[in-house]
């Protein structure tokens, strides 16, 4: 095993862009944050949607939960490679994309997100922990997980990922032993290979619901990397992060699909009866993965709702403090909202994260396309800070624009318990919604950016040439 790094002290960075000389770490860390925060209780009910809820056999399921992850994976490390050039949180640099205020209009989403995840996470770790017979109840694991996120959030940066380096040992290895009790020890019940049925509809929901969980990431990728190195590079950045979400998050998924044909919809129930003598082990060593995610949840909630503030205060330079009273006052929100949402947890996440899909999916089309295609990552910083925008100004039109037709376009492609739109009821619930928005506007938005925002490509610096050379050779 690799050695640990364990922090010495509170990180007392913010939103700040991180100095050269404060820079550290390597891009294999990107692995080990991405694997071992995704090996934990919510991958695999995600992956349990596929046989539960789209009703897919166990191998059309595994083929969706793949494919899906492999191409939300590609946005969510092509974020991530941005962090080591930029230096500041993901939703910081937004600002160059939409401008100070424009950016906003995402910031706002994304932090409601953050806060839909921690509180579906408490939920599942709480649940968890009270099927293990030790007189933990339901809210007393909610609570018991929730605090040590805030902790983690606290520390900030190196713990994090400390704890999710540690993570990818534990969980990893708990992960396997469920996996073998399973089918070598306890047996797949007969007709295993036969239960549920295939369908594209089935199918394609599966894939659209993994590749969403890539997605998701987007939002906050940049928050893990920008302590790196800049002279990392975007391609060692961008494999370490994409390999570390991708194998994380398809094998708790496979897990899920597994356990979702073999006893139907009580994924974390069947997970314990199926683990059998080894069900304590598997389900709190998944349990503490979850705090370690929720912390990375909380943490960048945090760093958002800070990015929120210093718009209107252009010359606050938030702290520890800052996080730490910011971190509590979103616990106590996602701890409301878990006690609140308890008892209807799997039909409320399935809508939560078909939701996100609607709103995240304008935003990262925006953003890759101006960072790689009209920027080549040359951004000026320091106007992310100035209370004007600086050369972004305050409102970038077209951004916010696209954004506004890409969440649009997908209403009609729509297909969830709560509303189906017209296209995807013609294709028989089919939900395509996520394919038409990135399909609509990357172009949008590349030619309206190129004619009437004036943001024509840079051109490619040399240093980003050499960078790339040596990323090659």
């Known amino acids: ?30 692995f080990t944050i991405w694997f071992g925060s995704n090996i934990m209780m919510l991958t695999v009910v995600t992956g349990a949607l596929a046989t539960t809820v789209y009703g897919l056999p166990f191998w059309s399921a595994a083929l969706g939960i793949v494919v899906g992850n492999l191409l939300g994976g590609v946005l969510m490390a092509l974020h991530s490679a941005q962090g080591p050039r930029l230096g500041v949180p993901q939703m910081v640099q937004t600002r160059g994309q939409f401008g100070s205020y424009g950016s906003l209009l995402v910031i706002t989403l994304v932090i409601f997100m953050y806060i839909g995840f921690f509180a579906s996470n408490l939920v599942l770790a709480g649940q968890s922990l009270a099927t293990l017979g030790v007189h933990i109840s339901v809210d007393a694991g909610i609570v018991l997980v929730g605090v040590v996120g805030v902790i983690a959030t606290i520390f900030g940066h190196d713990l994090i990922h400390a ?6 040992y534990l969980s990893g290895a708990a992960l396997l032993l469920a996996f073998v009790w399973i089918v070598f020890v306890h047996g797949l019940p007969q007709g295993f290979t036969s239960h549920g049925s295939a369908t594209i509809a089935g199918f394609l929901g599966t894939v659209t619901a993994a590749a969403l969980w890539q997605i998701a990431y987007a939002p906050y990728v940049s928050d893990y990397s920008r302590y790196m190195p800049a002279d990392t590079g975007s391609r060692p950045a961008f494999w370490a992060s994409y390999a570390g979400c991708s194998l994380g998050s398809i094998l708790p998924m496979l897990l899920g699909a597994m356990i979702g044909t073999a006893v139907g919809d009580d994924v974390i129930g069947g997970l314990t009866s199926l683990t059998g003598e080894v069900s304590t082990l598997v389900v709190v060593t998944f349990s503490v993965g979850i705090a370690a995610t929720n912390a990375m949840n909380l943490y960048c909630g945090v760093l958002s709702t800070i990015t929120v503030g210093q718009t209107f205060v252009p010359h606050w330079s938030p702290g520890r403090l800052a996080r730490a009273v910011t971190a509590t006052v979103m616990f106590l929100l996602s701890l409301a909202t878990a006690l609140a949402g308890k008892d209807n947890f799997l039909e409320h996440y399935e809508n939560f ?11 990262t089309a925006v953003n890759l396309v101006d960072y790689y295609l009209l920027q080549h990552g040359e951004y000026d910083v320091d106007s992310f800070f100035r209370a004007d925008g600086g050369i972004y100004g305050r409102v970038n039109w077209v951004a916010v624009a696209c954004y506004l037709l890409g969440a649009a376009i997908q209403v009609p492609f729509v297909a969830t318990t709560m509303y189906t739109g017209p296209v995807a009821d013609a294709l028989g619930g089919v939900d395509i919604s996520w394919i038409v928005g990135l399909v ?20 490619v610096p040399a240093s980003a040439v050499a960078a790339a050379q040596k990323a090659v050779g």
């Open 353 to 363: 994260i078909l939701l996100l899909m609607y709103v995240l999916v304008p935003w």
């Open 163 to 168: 704890y999710t380096r540690v993570m990818t």
């Open 1 to 30: 095993m690799a050695a640990i790094e364990t922090p010495q002290r509170i990180e007392d960075k913010t939103i700040q862009p991180i100095p050269l000389n404060q820079r550290h770490g390597k891009a294999r860390d990107l």
């Open 440 to 459: 609509v506007v990357c172009p949008a938005y590349y030619f309206l950016a190129r004619s009437f925002a004036g943001r024509a490509p840079a051109p």
